[in-house]
């Protein structure tokens, strides 16, 4: 999961062991699988975990403002900047498409501190 996405740097929560690692955007590619869905493969944890976070296909979510939710706009930035940087799988060109920047108004009330889930941690659902 993406804990949060400052400037060229993400830091990235692997599923497996938990381990927090900084991720460099720069490496990054996004993938077309068909016209609605986008993902990005993130690098291999140390653990050897591998994970993708997928772009959402701009469905309200049912509970905005929960971690859910915020980690899902975040990873919808980090789709759309890496579209933005031209990071696209071969064939994903219409990537652009799909992958829009956040809606300002997304932007400053869920993020005005900053592209960062917040530190509490709700229990897993
Ligand atoms: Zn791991």
């Known amino acids: ?3 949060s996405i400052e400037g060229t740097r993400a830091i990235a929560r692997c599923a497996v062991c ?13 993938r077309l699988l068909d016209k609605d869905t986008a993902l990005v493969a993130l690098p291999a944890c140390s653990c050897g975990a591998v994970e993708y976070v997928i772009r959402a ?17 975040l990873v919808d930035h980090l789709h759309a900047e890496l579209v933005e ?12 498409k799909l992958c829009v920047p956040l809606a300002k108004e997304d932007r400053e009330r869920w993020f005005s501190k900053g592209l960062s889930l917040p530190d509490r941690v709700e229990p897993r659902t």
């Open 1 to 3: 999961m993406i804990e």
């Open 18 to 30: 938990e381990q927090a690692r900084e991720v460099d955007l720069a490496g990054l590619v996004v």
């Open 57 to 73: 296909d701009g469905r309200e979510h049912p509970l905005p403002g929960s971690r859910s939710h915020l980690h899902q706009l």
């Open 85 to 96: 940087r031209k990071q696209l799988a071969p064939g994903s060109d219409d990537a652009a």
